[in-house]
Nanobody
């Protein structure tokens, strides 16, 4: 299993950013996917999740109405569209493959820094 995130960077508050996570090594369309974030010294937290067929999504309260998770099963890719970003959205963002057993495979993360 390999998950490769991209799209992070330095952005100003109020702007937008789109993260991508390309998956390989497994049947992407059979697995739910999620985005998480973690700051140094803090617990990794769930940002958003999406079912394997994209019929259901879930968001942390802190990002509802601003972030959108989506996936393209033909491209083995899950996305996180981040709008109206805030300084407190600064974190390393990780995607995960969420297996039915409860086990998760993780990518190596992409840094998002929101600063003026």
């Amino acid at each position: 299993v390999q998950l490769v995130e991209s799209g992070g960077g330095l952005v100003q508050p109020g702007s937008s950013l789109k993260l991508s996570c390309v998956a390989s090594g497994f049947t992407f369309s059979h697995v739910d996917m999620s985005w998480h974030r973690q700051a140094p010294g803090k617990v990794r937290e769930l940002v958003a999740s999406i079912t394997k067929t994209a019929d259901s999504t879930n968001y942390a309260d802190s990002v509802k109405g601003r972030f959108t998770i989506s996936r393209d099963n033909a491209k083995n890719t899950v996305y996180l569209q981040m709008n109206m970003v805030r300084v407190e959205d600064t974190d390393v963002y990780y995607c995960s493959a969420d297996w039915y057993s409860g086990f998760k495979d993780w990518g190596s993360g992409t840094q998002v820094t929101v600063s003026s």
